[in-house]
């Protein structure tokens, strides 16, 4: 009862500190947003503007004390998940994820007792990501890639974050790891023009596994440390299962002692799991942002049936001029919705997304109207979401009962689009009927014809039905005109955290048909025992 209560108590907690490390996140952007606005009409260069928003909104956010995570640590930071996805520097300092707003190794303590709490692996230096989370990290120092490095290059030297690498390395103390990935940040439409094609995802616990110093690209020595993944953090490691803050003056000994029992600990729990491993590294070969890894259990080798992937809607059969449909003339990016014709055509005549580019209702309207390729605005307007593809790394994975499922390894927020339902368009005059599916077939009812994605598809058609749903479903239009074969897009109806399956009801779209089953399998506590009613 006692182990209970803690177990309780130790969620709360967690779910708690993960509101709170939102809400600081929420409060910058909004903050920076604001000064971005004041600034750029007074700055030459908007990209001048920027940066001075979003160093004054963490030091505003500083002085009021609304930092999370303030305190330096080792291991995972306390309600942050692995695969979260961050769109500027500013903002792992703002929730401790990696406390320096520059360089790119963060560390606590000083000189022989310091250890690395996290590195960016950026491009600015010779970083190298290998297969099977291997990663050879260059140490800093004397790099004219770097802007704040005045003095030409010279040799590295053993000091500061190399040092703490180092100790790190011989403590074999974790390291917090952060990737800079390119690929725009699903963020705030009005930052368009001047956000650049990269973002931040936390990739988790890596421990530095050996340390090298050879000659760099400007022909100085460096060092280059070859971090290898910690594994099983699919779970999540707290911070209270690694090794808390330590003082200046902890002893090496120590430290060297405590990490040892925490790695045999790790060990021992994970030895009876069945753990997961990677069968395809990308099922979407490149054609996605982000890649789509198909996981099983060890002791499952199955794979999925192949199949083409497919990142837009295929119309073998519609006509040109039905593709073609009149557009907006917005020439500002649809600020004025007022002004703008697609906008118009939603309910109410007003913009189905807010300014953070998620629904503004997830429950109502179903049917949106977004600006497409016949419109005179340009692919930052503040009226296109759903068409831009996946913002969210997800995976397949092997369910337990229904087969193969979707889940995602980012935090996906409330009313956020995750992923269109793809495959080709079959007219309902010629479409599979009931007596000709087979088990394989993967079958969507959209009204006036169906989305067949069994030769043909993308990731939508792994996702699976739930009576009580994650995702919503919504008709969105912006490519041609006729109303009975929309876009069917799935939203986030809640916060879904990261390792959670996605799935939506499908009752949404009379007659769907995955894997051609009438029995819910979906295990929640509002099960009905069967699908379609």
């Known amino acids: ?178 990737l800079k990935v390119f690929g725009k940040f699903n963020g705030r439409e009005e930052w368009k023009n001047t956000v650049s094609d990269y973002s931040y995802v936390y990739d988790g616990l890596y421990l530095v596994d050996r340390m090298t110093q050879e000659r760099g690209q400007f022909g100085k020595l460096v060092f280059k440390f070859v971090l290898n993944k910690i594994s099983d953090q699919s779970a999540g490691v707290s911070s209270r299962d690694v090794v808390k803050n330590q003082p200046a003056s902890v002893s090496s000994r120590d430290v060297v002692k405590e990490t040892e029992t925490f790695l045999k600990r790790r060990r021992t729990k994970g030895c009876g799991l069945d753990k997961d491993v990677i069968r395809i590294n990308d099922i979407s070969e490149g054609k996605e942002k982000f890649p789509i890894r198909v996981v099983t259990p060890i002791s499952c080798v199955e794979k999925p049936k192949p199949f083409g992937y497919l990142v837009k809607m295929s119309y073998p059969k519609m006509n040109h001029s039905t593709l073609l449909g009149g557009g907006c003339n917005c020439e500002n990016a649809c600020v004025d919705s007022l002004d703008c014709v697609c906008i118009a055509k939603n309910n109410g005549g007003t913009l189905a997304y807010g300014g953070n580019k998620r629904l503004v209702s997830p429950i109502k309207p179903s049917f949106i109207y977004e600006c497409g390729p016949s419109c005179a605005c340009s692919s930052t307007c503040m009226n296109r979401v759903s068409q831009c593809g996946i913002q969210f790394q997800l995976e397949i994975f092997k369910t337990n009962s229904k087969g193969w499922g979707v889940r995602t390894r980012s935090f996906i927020p409330s009313g956020s689009f995750v992923c269109e339902l793809i495959g080709e368009l079959v007219h309902q005059n010629n479409g599979k009927s009931g007596s000709n599916l087979h088990v394989d077939d993967y079958i969507f009812n959209i009204g006036g014809g169906f989305i067949d994605a069994t030769r043909h598809g993308n990731i939508g058609r792994f996702i699976n039905h739930s009576c009580c749903p994650n995702l919503c479903m919504k008709d969105v239009m912006y490519d041609h005109n006729d109303k009975s074969l929309p876009h069917k897009m799935l939203f986030a109806l809640k916060d879904i955290a990261p390792g959670r399956e996605v799935s939506y009801d499908y009752n949404c779209c009379k007659g769907s048909i995955k894997g051609w089953s009438n029995i819910c399998c979906c295990g929640s506590s509002e099960c009905k025992g069967y699908i379609y009613n």
């Not at 779910?15 to 929420?26: F, S």
């Open 1 to 178: 009862m006692e182990d209970s209560q803690s177990f309780g108590k130790t969620m709360k907690e967690k779910i708690l500190k993960r509101k709170r490390v939102n809400k600081a996140l929420e409060i910058f952007r909004d903050l920076s947003h604001k000064l971005y606005c004041e600034y750029k009409s007074s700055e030459v260069k908007n990209l001048k503007a920027k940066t001075k928003a979003l160093l004054e909104a963490a030091m505003f956010m500083k002085e009021k004390h609304q930092w999370e995570n303030s305190g330096k640590r080792l291991g995972h930071v306390d309600g942050i998940e692995v695969g979260d996805h961050f769109q500027y520097r500013n903002e792992l300092v703002v929730i401790g994820l990696h406390q320096q707003f520059c360089s790119g190794i963060d560390y606590l303590g000083k000189g022989e007792f310091s250890f690395a709490t996290s590195i960016v692996v950026s491009d600015k230096y010779a970083n190298v990501m290998k297969s099977g989370g291997c990663l050879v990290y260059e140490g800093q120092g004397s790099n004219p890639n770097v802007k704040t490095t005045a003095a030409p290059p010279r040799d590295q030297k053993l000091e500061g974050g190399n040092l703490a690498l180092r100790n790190s390395m011989n403590g074999r103390r974790p390291v917090r790891v952060i």
